[in-house]
């Protein structure tokens, strides 16, 4: 079946503008996951969904981060007045479910997200 | 709180040597234990797991023991080869609802022909 799905998967964008990123997690996954990996770091946790209980939301880096998932599917990752640190590729991930340790994580094959 | 050490590279093999990540950990339950390979140009996979302690995780020849006594979780392969060539995350899952993950920085591993 197919898998987690990102859109763009490019973006390039001048300091200041706002822009929008994409997430199809797998059909029936309950939970996902935003991550931001900056070059050279590791993955940097930003907000995670899981059902329809409210977000954690505690990664996110400021105010100017927001992300909403509509119907406990689609998610969009919102960065309002982009600055040149917001650079970095952003990682989708979902699994079957939030409410075990167990669970393996899919990831999609990310946003490369260029601030100029 | 949790979080997950994980040794630094960039790590240079020649083909066919012996490969050890290191990887420790810190978990306030009991956490499931994860390690994922990016190769490049493509997204993070699950290359094994371990959900308890003394579980060992394998594939593709690669091999991760869930120490709890040492809190660690080292990634081995007895031969590397070329196409092993990839940046490789530890993690953990801890077990409270929510199934918040925890990333290591990343090793980046290059084998040479």
């Known amino acids: 079946g197919a898998g987690v799905s990102q859109s763009p998967s490019n973006k390039v964008t001048e300091k200041g503008k706002d822009v929008e990123l994409r997430c199809d997690p797998i059909?029936?996954?309950?939970?996902l996951y935003w991550y931001r990996q900056s070059l050279g770091q590791g993955l940097e946790f930003l907000i995670y969904?899981?059902?329809?209980?409210?977000?954690?939301k505690s990664g996110l880096p400021s105010d100017r981060f927001s992300a909403e998932r509509t119907g406990g599917s689609v998610s969009t990752l919102t960065i309002q007045r982009t600055q040149q640190e917001d650079s970095a590729v952003y990682l989708c991930?979902?699994?079957?479910?939030?409410?075990?340790?167990?669970?393996?994580?899919?990831f999609g094959p990310g946003t490369r997200l260029t601030v100029l | 709180g949790n979080s997950v050490t994980q040794m630094e590279g960039p790590v240079t093999l020649s083909e066919e040597a012996f490969l050890t990540i290191n990887c420790t950990y810190t978990?306030?339950?009991?956490?499931?234990l994860f390690w994922y390979v990016q190769y490049p140009g493509e997204g993070l996979q699950l290359l094994l797991k371990?959900?308890?302690?003394?579980d060992k995780g394998s594939n593709k020849g690669f091999e991760a023991t869930y120490r709890k006594e040492t809190t660690s979780f080292h990634l081995e392969k007895g031969s590397v080869q070329v196409s092993d060539s990839a940046v490789y995350f530890c993690?953990?899952?801890?077990?409270?609802?929510?199934?918040?993950?925890?990333f290591g920085t990343g090793t980046s591993l290059t084998v040479i022909p």
């Open positions: 991930a979902s699994s079957l479910t939030g409410t075990s340790g167990f669970n393996e994580q899919f």
């Open positions: 059909s029936g996954h309950t939970a």
């Open positions: 969904f899981q059902g329809n209980s409210a977000p954690d």
């Open positions: 978990a306030t339950g009991y956490p499931s």
């Open positions: 371990a959900t308890k302690a003394d």
């Open positions: 993690a953990l899952s801890d077990t409270q609802p929510g199934n918040q993950f925890y």
